[in-house]
């Protein structure tokens, strides 16, 4: 009941905030994901692009470096499309982006094939199995629903080996054309086609696809600090990640509004508002934009390997991704392991009614914040929830994007800030 009493006075001394700058808001997400950006990605620069624009911003707003450089460098291993993929299906051409896509991991190829449409009865039964795999697959397109692309990569040898004959496979996908971000090339050529624009009766296939395998693409964090008045020494952190999957070839990329343009957009704002001199912390506040994210995390578990400053005199850090929607509220990772912190900013998240509710999950490895939890900061991830459902695809663009609650996640983020300076360690 003290506890709780304590951190109820902490939220009367949090200071309402004035509105949201939301033109500028607008105009941040707009220019991340145009196509000069083309996706924030390893294909035509669009990484190092936004991290130029970021590192311009953080200047503008007086962001001091920390050491010489805004820039934390690394290298990554990545597999990327260089040229917009080419798929016609009995001599009809599919829209690169809307009806198929490459693969992420997929290899290089050209040419012309005959479909062979898999029998899923090999999952269940030997004597399939082995009819099926007794045919030519040499020149053969080989077709298969996405939900059984895993089992079939899991196919005892010889079959396996048996899989890298065909000239390309294509999975068929029930729901949106979703990609990622891949580490290493496949065997093979791989092209994901949405099944409703997969005819009924396919028999040949044209095709095209460009890929270049990097083992060390160079990219970069991008970090700046706003010195602490009374605690320099004591870090609020927050972070989001940058990057998203970039494209393939000019004739295709991946926005990457709400994931995470949103986040980054909010980095930004928080940057923005607390260079004021008016709104100057007592703790030295970090702002960490994480390339790699889409990669696994390894901009910030780069970041963890080399911080700048000790992680332990990181006091709270609160990771920023999917910010774009908020009309059914909040959901707060890590919740359950920081449960003053999240009392706290329920607390303040009632009193303000900024919020529909605040949800809380345990640990996930699911952002930036990760590799700085497993190595003891205390930390937590916030995303919006309702609105777009728009992910990993061509349809995450600005202007479906809501941005329902966005400043009311402001205030609540600036809230718990003052909210943890004025108070001693909960």
Known sequence: MKLICQLFILCLLATPLHAQDM?????????????????????????????????????????????????????????RITETPELSVNGQKLSPGTTFVASAQSNSGHGKATIVTLDTLIFSSEAALQKFFSRDLRKKALVYPQKFRKQLWQLPQPYLQQLLLPALHIILQKDNLLTAVAA????????????????????????????DYTPDYSTRNVIGMIPGTAQPDSFIVFTAHYDHLGGQGKGIYFPGANDNASGTAMLLELAEHYSKPENRPRYSLVFMAFAAEEAGLLGSFHYVKNPLFPLHNIRFLVNLDLLGTGDEGMMVVNGSLHVPE???????????????????????????????SERGVPAFFFYTLGGTTFYHNVYDQADQLPLTKFSEVFQLITDFTAALQQGSKL
Do not use: C
């Open 342 to 372: 999240f009392t706290l900013l329920q607390t303040i998240n009632t009193q303000h009614n900024y919020l529909p509710q605040l949800k809380m999950r345990g640990r996930a490895a699911n952002s930036d914040h990760y590799p700085f």
């Open 184 to 211: 290493t090339p496949a065997p093979v050529v791989m092209l994901e086609v949405k099944q409703s624009a997969w005819p009924a009766k396919a028999k040949k296939v044209k095709y095209k696809v460009t890929a």
């Open 23 to 79: 033109p500028r808001v607008r105009q941040t997400i707009d220019t991340l994901t145009s196509p000069y950006f083309h996706g924030r990605g390893y294909v035509l620069e669009g990484d190092a692009k936004a991290a130029n624009y970021i590192r311009d911003r953080y200047k503008a707003a007086g962001l001091q470096t920390i050491g010489t450089s805004y820039f934390q460098e690394f290298t990554l291993p990545v597999n």
